[in-house]
């Protein structure tokens, strides 16, 4: 092993492998079924809803990155219990999260059946276009459903679904990205609009949502993957992507995590697991594939994976999760959900990567 790709210890292949396993064995076996809302209202999850369908992506990392086809299985059971259906309303970003993994499966299985739902939605939004900004109009929508559009194209050879998800995408970030942070902001809610309307943390600073901004790190990585090497506008995405990754890091904090609210992370003090796991992914990433610069960015991967390996408790749950919100809010040790684990699992398969 040369100089230059000796890894800090905190780093070792068998370890993450054996962490991916622990992660998705034990959330395979214990799904979430409910969470209560603020209001004290209970959600019942389907099996399509974006709580659930982050999880699979993840499944689908693990039988990648141990090639063991109980993973692919457990995919494969997912899907044919939601049907290979999209969730239930028409345009919405969370209920095509699930295609992402139905493509995924198309991918390894070739059946053409899996990419039939996939199709009908987003043609149903081709037929019928709106601006990005009206159908994908909030940050974490960005995760949800364009990664699946480049998806279909990668997959069919059809361009409209890669065409109509940059057009959609970029209208999207125009309207989110704040030029003065380099950081998303979740929702319109949080937009300055001039009159002192928008919603401000308690110090007075904009609010960015940790796991919110994780979303969209996570996404450009997902939307690369699946770009042709020479499509025009790949460079943009990196360098929408460097330019955020340059943001984050330094409101990193000294533990490794992030925390619920990027720039006022007293409010929330607490460990955020998702969007540590989210910006991990990124880091590796990006050092995986040349796009972050090695010796600038290992440090905050190193701080971050070394954070992550405390929050998988000794049965294999991933705890510290942010509960679902539009916002900052607190975790606990024992929060957990479908979706937190997914993120971990996609940090972990790149760090796994990272060390082969």
Known sequence: MTEQKTLPAVFDHAEAVKLMRMVCDWQLANPTKSWIRRSGATRVLKGTD???AVMYPGVMATWRATDDSQYLNAAIKWAKSNKWDVGPEDRFADDHCCCQTYLELYQAMKEDFMTESSKAAFDLMLNDPKPGREDWWWCDSLFMAPPAFAMLTEMTGDQKYLEAMNSMWWDSVEHLFDPETDLFFRDKRYIPDGQGSELREENGEKVFWGRGNGWVVSAICRVVDHLPEDYADRQKYLDLFTKLMAAVVKLQGED?????????????????????????HGLAWGINHGVLDRDAYMPALEKAWAALKTCVHDDGMMGWVQLPAFNPRETKKEHNIDYGAGAFLLAAEEVARLCA
């Not at 490794?256 to 991990?280: I, K, Y």
């Open 256 to 280: 490794g995590f992030w925390r619920a609210s990027m720039l006022d992370p007293q409010s929330f003090p607490a460990p955020e697991s998702s969007a540590t796991s989210l910006f991990a």
């Open 50 to 52: 974006w709580e659930r």
